[in-house]
């Protein structure tokens, strides 16, 4: 048969299943006839069949019936899925009607209600249940279960199942939370949500340990619960508080988030019963002590929880005040969650405050004053008015009814037995005494009516007021509304204070190194800006700087902020919303620094080229000049805010400087210098676009203008006005040394003049006009500072203007030269290194032409040609006659040009430094010795060589008596260091000391060097032995607990172990060279704040040699023991031992003394052969050489040996001592 077979079809390997069923070439096989599904079952018993009587070769004859089943295989279960929600709904439909009838005894079967049950819940198993494209699937699955629960006694078995899939399926726990909601709404089965939740709730902690995923099952479900069928949830809510003591974290989190959706959709509002109200303080009181709780998560989602309590307005009036002061705490928590959701809640409080849209504690005080003194008023008013107490006959009864009982008894009992035969000898009349007491005894009763016993009694003052009832009526009222103002008022005021003690706080967190606080810190405040809270612009003005920050995502953050402050403007109309814009960012540049100016630049209000930007600048235009009344402060914001717009000023440059330095210059003279200072601005920015540089000619009017100006207010302006404004004839004019001899000229002949008046009038004796002495010093002073600040940005124009054109003119030369000739491509490789070697070297001609002119040129040459050179004598003379020159201003001025003019070269430098550093050590003011560390700064970076040698000089100053002269001086340093050019060394000590200074800016800017110099490698790890010796230094007598402070701030930059190992050996071998109990305790507490590891405890105990001898000192004693009670704390057990043995040793020796105290672990330690007395030479046959000290427990012989500060005598003299111990 196989044959003829063969011979009739032919076969071949199809590329793809699809291929078996296409048509084919003549003879060539294809499945010929797909089964279909319902009579796949007889095809597949005819083929089993075929298989045993055949063998394999009844596939040739049924191959269709293999292909139809293993396509089947596959197209079946896509024809399930498209199924399976049919099926549920039909089965769902039959479990609706009454099926009752079905069986005999009209009973549903246990069996089948668990035979559709089973495959739900096998179904609901499935790990793609919960998706989005299952969600038919799922419904439906929810609904037939609903069924079941609802009308066939399914309600425990669903609930006991729930549970179970909770157990071991954690990703179904948004699907049973939504399935119980179902069945408890739509079905009205609430009962299941209380089985479900007495299960949860009876769960122990040892269960919840043992199950793992299954408890953030119940914690995700209890959760969606929540949001779902809150209600619902609140007659079972209290099994689950027990878990709130519990271990579990995130079981916790889910009660307290069930508590809050409680408190948000059904405990809120004033319509609350008093049983309602209950219920919400205690649930209230439960979120508050988790507020503490020991677990960071917990805490920082029940603040989380508060957000959105706080957001749905559902939180108490009266709890407002205590709930702000609980997350203002918060803001000092370790976690950075917590901190984050506490400055959401916070934020949330502001935006929902029931007070007032503006907070001000300052506001609030005079209308709390006011209110109370009427209140006052009115209480004394009531007092006067107050009507006389009226008192009931059955209240005064009740009053006299004691003490009238014990006088009736002790008249009316008989005390002896004459008393007893008077009273039987009275019995006769005694029926007529009970009538009479029976009478008054109705009368008492408090049901007679009294009205006849009242008609004598006489009037009351109540009676005689009647009439003046409603007039009190209504001042009762007012009193009692009085009283709600006032109280309104004064939680307003308290709410204001602790918005303001969060502003403190969070302000502070804007320069932390997290990322997500910095940025949930700049939307705080926004949100305190928006509210008019007190000093919240003070928060929004630290922040300015961020845009500078590195993080792409602070930038943004802080860039959204001032936008939305200041560029969303109010207003009917463009010309209106532009006012508004202007008038907000007016009082942002109001005594704006120029590094803020510079961060608003970086923000571009002015950009996009809108209709409202062109109507914006129009306004500042306008204010600045003149055309609409404005304030003085107004226009100089006004110029600034121009200056972000550089096209709109440099096409106007001639009406900027008509207004600001023109005629009324002298009028406004701040005016001009941010007219100034904007326009040195601009032109920066142009000078750093590539290209020739912008310059105008000598006769432009903003020079003639400028120059004008300098000269004849020169006495009057600034340093900072002089400044900028010289700084700007450098940065325009065109040959601007020219220009500026040109003006030094001008001002030294009105000096001159002025000299000469003051001459003529003291011949006149005409002294009482003018004060020549001092007008002369201050006139000096003011052109010695321009001399200054000409040499200063006289060399800075050769160094940067001119060296940066000479580059462009080369390079243009040196393109142009390329382009002209045009090299072989064999020697393109000798070319380029020639022309980069050419580059070079032209580089350093530029450069050394640069050095020459300042050397040779500046300072050299004819007086009246250069008249720079001119005053240098006059400087020097100046400064070192303290004596003579004693007038403040002219000494302050004549120390910073000498400063300034030592920049110009090197040899002006050597021959002045040992000057300027005299005026820096010997001057009384403290303004001269901030500006010559200065000067000093900025020589060091211009002359590192010829500084190097009087760096302690600068470091002296960190010690100076005046804080502005000690801020300058880390200031100043701390940029020196940083910046690599001052090498650190040990003089750094001296910074460490600001770390306590009383100046608390003084001691931020301390920390803050050290956190950069933490940044360098290993840099604070090399100063610490070198800090520590010097602070610990008996000269100094530093107090013990300034020490410990400064010590416990530097320790903590040290972080690596191997660091950690390497000090504890340098500070150990540090007590040997120790002469004073003092430096050893500081030692010792050194060694405590250490993160002290196994590690270190190793070399701890090698060292022993080095600090045993001092144990018996209190103060090395404690500090060396803490670090053995930080060691045991989660220490491995051999750890333990070890470190338990060392703390007997500390204990033995502080006790008894190191002479007295056996180591028999040092015995232990000892190398093979020292341990017997005979392997030892003996003394007499053995030369001094041959008496070593023991060798130590790590061989050290051959490695580097540390060397430390100790001198070399003393080590051998400790070599001897130890020598004549072992001898005896």
Partial sequence: LLPQIMMSWDFFVPVCVGDLVKTGGINQYVVQDVVSPKQLPSHLNSFKAALRSQGPLCILEHFDTGYTKGKAAGEGLLQWDSERETVLQALTQLLQLDIRSLWSLSLVEEEFISCVTCCCYKLLENPTISHVKNKPTRDAIIHLLGVQVKKYNHLLGASVKVIQLLQHFEQLSSVCAQAVSVWSTEYGVKAIVGEVMREIGQKSSEELAREGSGVKAFSSFLSELGTLVPDTMIPNISVLLTHLEGESPSLRVAVCEVLGEVLVRVLSGDGLDESGRADRDRFMDTLQEHLHDTHSYVRARVLQVYTRIVNSKALPLNRYSEVMGLAVGRLMDKSINVVKSAIQLLAAFIAHNPYSCKLSSADLKKPLEKEMDKLRELRERLQENAPVAVIKASELWAAMEPELLLTVRAELEPTSEGEQQEREEDEVGEEDDRATAVQIAQFLRPDQDTSEIREDLPSTPQKERAGDGGKEGVEESELKKQEMLLQYLKDTESFALQVERAIAVINTMLYWKTTSVVQEAVQFCVTVCEFSVANSLTGVRKMLPLVWSTDAAIKDAVVQAYRRLYLNPQGDNTRAKAQTLVDSLSELMVDASLGTIQCLEEIEFFGGGSSLQSTVVQVLWERFTGKRETSSLHRRAAVLLLGMAREVVLSNLDTLCSVALGEKLTEDFLLARDSVITICNITDHVRQCKGAPFRLPQDNQLFTCLTQAIAEGVYTLSLEWKNVAVRLLYFLSESPDQLCSRLLQRCSRLLLDQIAEGGEMLANKDVSQLPVPAVSCVSLAQLLS???????????????????????????????????????????????????????????????LIRKICETELLAGKKEENLLCSFLPLLVRVCSSPGRYCHPQLTTAACLALSQYMMISPSVCEEHIRLLFTVLERSSLPVVRANAIIGLGDLTVRFPNILEPWTQNLYTRLSDENPAVRQTAVTVLTQLVLKDVLKVKGQVSEVAVLLIDPQTHIASLALNFFNELASKDNAIYNLLPDIISRLSDPERAMNEEDFHTIMKQLFSYITKERQTESLVEKLCQRFRTAKTERQWCDLAVSLSLLSMCERGLKRLQECWECYSDKLTETGVYQPLLSITAKLRRGAKPQLKVQVEEFEKRLTAVHTRGLENVESPEMETKRPEGAGSSQARPSVSSCHDDSFVTPKPTRKSSKKAVITFSSDEEEEEEGICTVRKCNLF
């Fill in 786 to 848: 321009l001399c200054g600040c000409v040499a200063f940005w006289q060399v800075s124009h050769l160094e940067r203007s001119v060296s940066t054109e000479l580059r462009r003119r080369r390079g243009e030369t040196e393109e142009r030269e390329e382009k002209a000739k045009v090299p072989s491509p064999a020697n393109d490789s000798s070319v380029e290194e020639e022309l980069g070697l050419m580059g070079a070297s032209a580089e350093d001609t530029e450069a050394e």
